[in-house]
């Protein structure tokens, strides 16, 4: 059985930063693009970061430059790095996983979620 399993989320002041980590268990993910994804409740999953086989990375024009996804194949993980958070990055976060290794920023093309990590961007 996959799991991906979150973790890194909490509060931080608007200008600092964060490192999320996803870690899997039950497959090997170096292959599959990994993507991570933010969503509020009751609202759509929004892309945020993805990382696919071959490890070209993809992120949503909001986090450009202030975000950066890569993974560390040794540890079965995923990261991804978060600078100069603001209020409006607030969420909870999620990581994927698309066997495939191309999914990048549709949420259904992802088999496998994990449980969500929360990020507070808050003075």
């Known amino acids: 059985q996959v799991r991906l399993e979150e973790s890194g989320g909490g509060l931080v002041q608007p200008g600092g930063s964060l490192t999320l980590s996803c870690t899997a268990s039950?497959?090997?993910?170096?292959?599959?693009?990994m993507g991570w994804f933010r969503q509020a409740p009751g609202q759509d999953s929004v892309f945020v970061a993805a990382i696919i086989r071959g490890d070209y990375t993809a992120y949503a024009n909001t986090v450009q430059a202030r975000f950066t996804v890569s993974r560390d194949n040794a540890k079965n993980t995923v990261y991804l790095q978060m600078h100069d958070l603001k209020t409006e990055d607030t969420d909870v976060y999620y990581c994927a996983a698309d066997i495939h290794g191309g999914a990048t920023s549709i949420a259904a093309q992802y088999e496998y979620w994990g449980h969500g990590t929360q990020v507070t961007v808050s003075s």
């Open positions: 039950g497959r090997t993910v170096s292959n599959d693009a």
